[in-house]
């Protein structure tokens, strides 16, 4: 039986630690769905169709990576693809609680549901979007943080808000 498994989250915009993540679990599942979460409430500084592309470019060698994007519930989606597995990442004993508490409500909405948790690679895990977007506001070189790509967007578009 092959595992199809999704990788949830904002991804605004990916960095290497999410690289990271994605390269991780495509070598442990048959089939990685990359789902960007359409949520308007968080303001994001990409839009979803950005954030779908800048991921699409950057995972492009990987062959069983699909890129996508979602709306509304987690279980929702994992039931329409029919994914049995849900991967997240773990920086810090601080994501780890709200990870806990989604990952329980999760399965307790979709029995059979699982999540994996990958640990960041430790290079990355003080790393996250939020961190980039401030240091590529305040004009800040992040090229440490991204792929070149994602760091020339990043860049154009607080050049264009300004
Ligand atoms: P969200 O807004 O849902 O937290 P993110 O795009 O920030 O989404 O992150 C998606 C997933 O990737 C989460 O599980 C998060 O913990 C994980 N993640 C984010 N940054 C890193 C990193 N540097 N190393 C490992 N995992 C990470």
């Known amino acids: 039986m092959s595992t199809r498994a999704i990788y949830p989250g904002s991804f605004d915009p990916v960095t290497l630690g999410h690289l990271d993540i994605i390269h991780r679990s495509a070598n442990i599942v048959d089939e990685l ?5 359409n949520n308007q ?11 779908v592309e800048m991921l ?21 989606f994992a039931k329409r693809v029919d994914a049995r597995l849900i991967i997240r990442g773990i920086r810090a004993i601080t994501d ?15 029995h059979g549901l699982d999540t994996m948790f990958l640990t960041s690679s430790l290079e990355y895990s003080y790393l ?13 070189d992040i090229s440490h943080f991204v792929v070149p790509a994602v ?12």
């Open 56 to 76: 699409k470019e950057t995972t492009a060698t990987l062959s069983n990576v699909i890129v996508t994007s979602f709306q509304g519930l987690l279980v929702d």
């Open 96 to 110: 780890f609680e709200y990870e806990l508490q989604m990952a329980q409500t999760n399965r307790i909405m979709e």
């Open 33 to 37: 769905y990359v789902a960007v979460l």
């Open 128 to 140: 996250s979007s939020s961190t980039v977007k401030e240091v590529a506001m305040l004009g800040g």
């Open 151 to 162: 760091a020339r967007k990043t860049r154009e578009k607080f050049c264009e808000r300004s």
């Open 41 to 51: 409430q968080k303001n994001p500084l990409f839009s979803v169709e950005e954030r």
